[in-house]
Each structure stands twice: as structure tokens, then as C-alpha cells.
């Protein structure tokens, strides 16, 4: 009994002279600082998202393939360079937001032997004065109440926010344009279209409205971009002299460059001046080469300028060879704080017609719709009209037709338009001659036989053209004496069987020669079907039929004194023929179920 004691004793021994094992410390919840600590430290590991243009490519279709002509696709060896023609995109750039971006630019050395590719990685700026310098601005990440105008700040706001252009942070914009913009950058040897205007000093200035309706001489006019613009300019005549907006020298004294980054200077020469009156009659001046600067005579400040209008020659490569500009002056008086002013620049090309355009490419809501004809074996020449327009009858005070022979308006797109007048009919007008009188007061002297499918069309491109399909149709519901002899037909061929065959049909070519002998036209209803074309994201219009249909009405001959009116009318109808989406496109279920009214709780 004294074995079993004693191992248990020596195992209590053992378990004591033991070491006790560690303690396990309570964990304590980490500090906010601590959290954001280790957050910032995540948010370090996580890479910056990098857009590498020199590893974009957007015409790199075929995987492992060299695509033809696409002088960016990594699978292209030096042998597939050396077949291309051309570069089918020659810059990629970043984004166009940036202010300051990267761009590769593409091309080909075809006088190498092989032709090999020239790739080079440039900076670009944008000339835009919205565009993003930096995207570290603390502010623009969450929203700020605006400063509410208070008699104590409302100066301050208003030398902050009174201008044409603002800056939220002005002391921080430090833009290097030497260092960003080496002497080989962007350098081409045309203009494209969209590319500002380069001058010995920096752009041609195009004065706009940019936040507000004052004027901003910060907006640069694009190549091939028609502009017209309006905007406000305040003045004061007593320094109206020293304004340099008033002046005429603000706007030629600077040469345009022939081409970008090029030393080829054009002068911007005077080609003509009006003088606008204070009451608003204007006079052309006989002479151009007289520089007619603003002075303050008789509390007056005279010679200045209330609008310019630019007109730039260019050839076919983009090449800028002649700029011209054709001012209006006028006088200000004392009492006026402002003025408005308007500006305008057109391009043409060299040895051609300008030609307004509709929209570029599908027409725009409101500009005219263009038409012309095509002689046998030749192009479209465009109607002669003030704008190559498909015009209309304008509806006149007087509302007489014959009066208002000759008074056209221009089918604007997308508009539906109806006009009209009074025909006065009386017993001594001979038929022939009124009908003919009536057609050209609907169609016009000379209707077109075709319109222009899009609002660039180009005349010598036939198949962008679309022939106006012109129909004839009389009243459908015979009435008057026409519904009796309707009647007598009926009655001929139906009761008396002998009057069936020849005999009938010569009795009824007789009476309808007497009943339809003096048609007119009544009314002139053009239909214009027109589709979306082109991308989901930015469709153009385009048509694709137009219908001219002309109804006429048989006229009775009147009594010997009476007289008779009748309504002539015109209308056109623009009609969307748009396919709608495919079956395979399907609109989202509605669902028709009634939620509990707090089910949105605690959302409004």
C-alpha cells in the first residue's frame, strides 16, 4: 500500500518543479490612428492605375496576327512594317481631358530602303481652356457648400467670380509649355480638322461666352470649324482708346502660320469695313486700306468694333494661304456700360465654292435642307437658290397666291411646316394659264430633283444624293357636277346593257373631257423619311426618301360676275423611320406591384 503513495507523491513533485506555461495576453482594441495607419499602408501596396499609350492600340483586332496597316500592333515584325501603305491609326493619346498628355504618334519612312515604321512619344497640350491640370485637388472629392453672398463678402466673390474665367487655385497652375512642349513636338506639316489656328503668338483668338455671356479671349478658332459667337463686352467711353478689344489692330495684328510649327507667315488682311449708325442703318465704306481706329469724339466713342468676321483660304493639303477680315464699326455712347459683339470665321478651299453644309455628316435640327438637280451625264449642281435650299410657299400678309408668286422658305430638317394663301377665281381666267400659274407658286420656278441624303454631302458624290419622287393625285370624293356624271356612268353601265363596251366607253371618254378639262392644283405635301445612321452613342440623320406629292381639283367654269376663293396649301412632314432594336435586345420586365408605403424608410 506504500508503493502506489509514493508515485503519486513523486508525480505531484514532478508537476511542480515544472515551468508554468506562457500567459495569453488579452488582446485591447487598436486606435483609430492605428486603422488609418494600417489603411493608408494597403492603399500604398495597391498599384496606381497607368495608361501607357505607347502600349495602346485600338486597331490591334487579330490575337498573335500582325493586322495590316496597324503601325502599333506589338505582333508586327520589322518585315510586316515594311509592306504596309500607311498607318491606319496614327496617334493614340490618353485622355483628352488632361491638359497635359502623352501621345505616339505613327508613321511610315517610305524613302528608306526597306520602309520601315518611326514611332516617337511626345507631349501634348490641349488648348482647351476646360481641362482637368491636376486630379490631386482635395476639394473636388467631396461637396462644398457654395459662399453664400453676404453685404461683408459680396465684393470679394465678385472680384473671385465676376470675370469671364476663374481659377479655384491659380497659385498652383504653373504650366512650363516650353519644357512640356519641345520645338519637335506636334510638329506636322498641314492643319486637320479641329486643330486651332496657330499665330506668331499663340492661336486666333475667337472671343466667346464661356462661363457667363461676357466675352473671353481665350477661345481658339479650329481648322475647318464655322463658328459664329456672341457675347458681351464691357466698356467705358472715356478709355474706350486704350480698350484693345475696340480696336481694329486686336484682331489682324498678328500673322497666321501657313502651316503648324512653321516659320511661313499670312497675313491677316482688312476686306472690308462697315459703319453701323446709332440707329442702326449701316454703310459700306468705299476703301478698305484706311485703319480706322476708336477715339472719343463729342462724348462719343467712335470706330469701335462691334463684330468681325473671319475668312480663311486653305488649299486641299491644309494649308492656310490667304486670311481676311471684314469688320463693323460703331459709336458708343456715354451712357452705355456694354456692348455686344459678334464674331464669325468660315474656311474655304481654294478654286471652290463655299458651300453651307447642314450638319457634319447627318443634318442638325434647324439648318435648311439641301437640294439640287443632275443634268444627263454629269454631277448634282445645287439650286441656285440662297442656299441650295428645298424651299416652300411662304405665306404672305396679303395671303393672295398670285401675289405671292415668287416668296419662298427654306424646308428647315426636323421641322413639320405648313403655309398657304387665297386663290380669288373669277368667270373671265382662262384655265391652262391659272394652272400653270398655280404650280409655280407651289413647287417654284425650278423644283429640285434631288436632296442631299447628308448635311456634308459633296456634289460630285452622286449616290449621296436621293431623288424626290414626285406624284400627282386628284380629289378622292367626286363632287358637283363630277359626282353626277359619276352617277351617270353607273347608271349607263349598269341598266342598259347596249350602251356596255365601245358605245359606253367613247360616251364617258366625252364626258369626262367635258367634267376634267380645267384641273388645278390645290395643295403641295412634301414627306421627308429620314433614319438614325451610324453609332448608338453619337447617330446622325440621314435621309433616305423624300415624296412630293401634288393634288389637284377640277375647277367649274363660274357664272358671268361671280367669283369664287379657294385655299391653296403647302406642307412638309418629317417622318423617323428608324428601325427599332432587334428582338434580341430586350427592354427590362416591368413589374406592376404596388410597394408598402414605408418601404423606402427612413428614404424619402
Not at 484706311?290 to 463729342?298: E, T
Not at 447627318?362 to 439640287?372: D, K, N
Not at 454629269?378 to 396679303?398: A, E, P, R, V
Not at 428582338?583 to 404596388?594: E, F, L, Q
Request: aromatic letters at 8%; one cysteine or more.
Amino acid at each position: 500500500m506504500a508503493a502506489p503513495g509514493l508515485g503519486v507523491f513523486f508525480v505531484l513533485i514532478l508537476l511542480l518543479l515544472l515551468p508554468p506555461p506562457p500567459l495569453r495576453q488579452k488582446s485591447r482594441p487598436r486606435s483609430p490612428q492605428i486603422l488609418n495607419d494600417a489603411a493608408q499602408a494597403r492603399a500604398r501596396i495597391v498599384p496606381a492605375p497607368v495608361t501607357d499609350v505607347a502600349k495602346l492600340c485600338v486597331c490591334d483586332l487579330l490575337v498573335a496576327q500582325c493586322d495590316i496597316n496597324c503601325c502599333c500592333d506589338p505582333d508586327c515584325s520589322a518585315e510586316d512594317f515594311s509592306l504596309f501603305t500607311t498607318c491606319s491609326v496614327p496617334v493614340v493619346t490618353g485622355d483628352s481631358q488632361l491638359c497635359s498628355q502623352k501621345a505616339a504618334v505613327y508613321s511610315l519612312d517610305v524613302e528608306a530602303n526597306p520602309p520601315e515604321r518611326i514611332f516617337k512619344l511626345i507631349d501634348q497640350v490641349n488648348p482647351s481652356i476646360f481641362c482637368i491640370h491636376a486630379t490631386n485637388y482635395e476639394q473636388a472629392v467631396y461637396l462644398k457648400s457654395p459662399e453664400i453672398p453676404t453685404p461683408e463678402n459680396f465684393d470679394q466673390l465678385l472680384d473671385k467670380f465676376g470675370g469671364a474665367t476663374f481659377s479655384a487655385e491659380p497659385d498652383s497652375w504653373n504650366l512650363d509649355t516650353d519644357a512640356q512642349n519641345p520645338p519637335d513636338a506636334n510638329e506636322t506639316y498641314r492643319y486637320e480638322y479641329g486643330v486651332p489656328v496657330q499665330t506668331e503668338d499663340a492661336f486666333l483668338r475667337l472671343p466667346s461666352p464661356v462661363v457667363s455671356s461676357w466675352c473671353s479671349d481665350a477661345n481658339p478658332a479650329g481648322f475647318l470649324v464655322n463658328q459664329a459667337t456672341k457675347c458681351i463686352r464691357s466698356v467705358s467711353v472715356e478709355k474706350c482708346d486704350s480698350i484693345q478689344a475696340l480696336s481694329m489692330l486686336f484682331y489682324i495684328n498678328s500673322s497666321i502660320l501657313a502651316v503648324p510649327k512653321s516659320s511661313q507667315m499670312v497675313n491677316i488682311t482688312v476686306q472690308s469695313i462697315v459703319v453701323q449708325a446709332q440707329n442702326g442703318m449701316r454703310t459700306l465704306l468705299n476703301s478698305s486700306d484706311v485703319l480706322r481706329l476708336p477715339m472719343v469724339l463729342d462724348g462719343l466713342c467712335i470706330n469701335a468694333v462691334l463684330g468681325v468676321n473671319y475668312h480663311i483660304t486653305h488649299t486641299d493639303t491644309g494649308e492656310i494661304i490667304e486670311a481676311a477680315a471684314a469688320f463693323v464699326l460703331g459709336a458708343i455712347s456715354k451712357e452705355a456700360l456694354s456692348i455686344e459683339q459678334s464674331f464669325e470665321i468660315s474656311f474655304t478651299q481654294e478654286n471652290t465654292q463655299p458651300v453651307p453644309l447642314s450638319g457634319n455628316p447627318g443634318y442638325v435640327v434647324g439648318l435648311p435642307v439641301r437640294a439640287g438637280f443632275r443634268p444627263q451625264g454629269s454631277g448634282i449642281i445645287q439650286s441656285s437658290n440662297k442656299h441650295s435650299q428645298l424651299t416652300i410657299l411662304q405665306s404672305t400678309s396679303t395671303q393672295d397666291c398670285l401675289a405671292a408668286q415668287g416668296a419662298r422658305a427654306p424646308v428647315l430638317f426636323g421641322y413639320n411646316m405648313i403655309s398657304g394663301c387665297k386663290l380669288r377665281i373669277t368667270a373671265a381666267m382662262k384655265c391652262q394659264p391659272l394652272a400653270q400659274t398655280l404650280l409655280d407658286v407651289l413647287k417654284g420656278q425650278s423644283f429640285p430633283e434631288y436632296v442631299a441624303s447628308f448635311g456634308n454631302s459633296q456634289a460630285q458624290d452622286v449616290l449621296d444624293w436621293v431623288p424626290i419622287t414626285q406624284l400627282h393625285i386628284s380629289e378622292q370624293e367626286p363632287t358637283g357636277e363630277k359626282k353626277w356624271g359619276w352617277e351617270c356612268r353607273k347608271k349607263l353601265e349598269g341598266t342598259h346593257g347596249i350602251f356596255r363596251g365601245g358605245v359606253s366607253l367613247l360616251l364617258w371618254k366625252l364626258f369626262l373631257i367635258k367634267l376634267s378639262s380645267c384641273q388645278i392644283p390645290v395643295s403641295l405635301g412634301i414627306e421627308v423619311k429620314w433614319t438614325k445612321y451610324g453609332s448608338l452613342v453619337n447617330p446622325q440623320a440621314r435621309i433616305v426618301n423624300v415624296t412630293a406629292t401634288i393634288t389637284t381639283t377640277t375647277l367649274k367654269q363660274l357664272p358671268s360676275g361671280r367669283e369664287r376663293i379657294i385655299p391653296i396649301t403647302s406642307s412638309v412632314v418629317f417622318t423617323d423611320i428608324s428601325s427599332p432594336a432587334e428582338p434580341g435586345y430586350k427592354a427590362w420586365p416591368t413589374i406592376n406591384i404596388k410597394l408598402p408605403f414605408d418601404f423606402f424608410y427612413p428614404f424619402v
